[in-house]
């Protein structure tokens, strides 16, 4: 899937998110942090390998050997086992991968989060204190934006493919698959249209290059002396920042961006 070329970051307005802006630096957290339960810690569903893919199966592990989650004494009989055992055995290998890997994930990992849409009203309301706070617009060819994971929102917890995880030998092929477990929310979600990346380290600032910031979209609400604290800030730091001025509809439920010199 095409990354968006920009992508936009809802900010309170604080002391933490000015020397954000200062040092040109944005947060990676900890996913065991998020107001969602489920994210980041949900247990999938699992396909049942087809009798085909059980055959695949069984070649596979004949190839590569002894799997780490694959029990020595099973591979011994393989060759011995019905099609209902080897995909009861797989089910279980696949899902002790993935219980290691979620695990180690909500651990060490860090995640940052965007939007590819800057004027939801919900978005302003919850994450950017209620119209007061701004709205970071980042340029996606610059790191640590270039490799963006789209958030999925469907009603059904992610399903987990069985013969992939016990046969990939690719491991961008089998990370892209588990990742699912981390870019999968609820419906409910929706809204946040959300593009998450991702660090190896949790609780991490990562610095940006300066070009990296296109522009700063200021809410309705915020107060005339914090607009002025951020454009001193950019006006030192990074001088060709584009600077927008939110302000309510007339005719809309709609924020509306003008240009400010």
Known sequence: M???????????FNEQTLKNL????????SPKRFNDPFDCDMSPTYTVPTDSAVVFIQTKLREKGIKECF?????????????????????????NELEKFRVKFRETRGICCFSDEKGDLLMWAHYASSYQGFCLEFDTSFLPFTVP???????????????????????????????????????????????RCIH???????????????????GPNMKIE?????????????PNVELWRGERSSSKFKVEFEKLN
């Open 2 to 12: 095409d990354r968006p070329k920009t992508l936009f970051k809802f900010e309170p």
């Open 22 to 29: 200062k040092n040109q630096e944005v947060y990676f957290s």
């Open 149 to 195: 994971y789209k958030v999925v929102y469907q009603e059904e917890l992610p399903q987990m493919d069985v013969t992939l995880i016990n046969t990939e030998e690719d491991p961008d092929v089998l990370q892209r698959h588990i990742f699912q477990l981390f870019c999968t929310k609820s419906k409910s979600w929706e809204y946040e249209r959300e593009w």
């Open 200 to 218: 190896e380290k949790a609780d991490q600032a990562f610095k940006y290059k300066r070009n990296a910031l296109k522009a700063i979209y200021f």
């Open 226 to 238: 914090n607009l002025r604290s951020i454009s001193l800030i950019l006006q030192k730091h990074n």
């Open 71 to 95: 029990p020595p004494e099973d591979i011994k009989k393989l060759e011995l086992m019905t099609t209902a055992e080897i995909q009861t055995i797989a089910i279980n290998a696949a899902k």
